[in-house]
């Protein structure tokens, strides 16, 4: 992610009125993706409030609130007269990697539309396996391995 000649975030928001995602979410999830796509990196930038406020015709609170929800992750920092720079990285998959990720996936989205789903039921699905993944490798991390039962404190 660059910034032009002004200092000016190149980054741009797109929101999805018809998502259930509150605004400031969207935001949030925004700069997340950009970071985990190498778009965002440490140091750059954020586009200024009023930018996204003129930009969206939304709410400047509901930016301050995205901003802050990024501040309390630990994602970006504000420096006051300055602006909001993104602090640290989230992992990120290589170029090489992504493009053989993004075809499979897009191969992917075809059968699944094929199959009758909609973008609704893409997403869904797609959740839920998501939310699944998580649950069991959470359960993996709080299970004992072989060889550690009885380890803990009693």
């Known amino acids: 992610m660059e910034v032009d000649k002004?200092?000016?975030?190149?980054?741009?928001?797109?929101?999805?009125?018809?998502s259930g995602v509150p605004t400031y979410l969207q935001l949030v999830h925004q700069v997340e993706q950009a970071m985990r796509l190498d778009l965002l990196r440490d140091g750059d930038r954020l586009p200024r409030i009023k930018d996204v406020v003129e930009a969206l015709a939304?709410?400047?609170?509901?930016?301050?609130?995205?901003?802050?929800?990024?501040?309390?992750?630990?994602?970006?920092t504000a420096q006051q007269g300055v602006g909001t720079f993104v602090?640290?990285?989230?992992?990120?998959?290589?170029?090489?990697?992504?493009?053989?990720?993004?075809?499979?996936?897009?191969?992917?989205?075809?059968?699944?539309r094929a199959a009758g789903l909609d973008h609704g039921g893409i997403s869904a699905l797609v959740a839920s396996?998501?939310?699944e993944d998580s649950a069991t490798a959470a359960a993996a991390a709080e299970s004992p391995g072989p060889g550690r039962e009885g380890t803990g404190a009693a």
């Not at 002004?6 to 018809?18: C, E, I």
């Open 6 to 18: 002004d200092g000016v975030s190149r980054l741009q928001f797109v929101l999805d009125p018809g």
């Open 87 to 112: 602090r640290g990285a989230l992992p990120v998959v290589g170029l090489a990697g992504q493009a053989a990720l993004r075809r499979r996936l897009v191969a992917w989205v075809r059968s699944a």
């Open 129 to 131: 396996v998501l939310h």
């Open 58 to 76: 939304i709410n400047p609170n509901t930016v301050q609130k995205a901003y802050r929800e990024l501040t309390t992750r630990g994602l970006v």
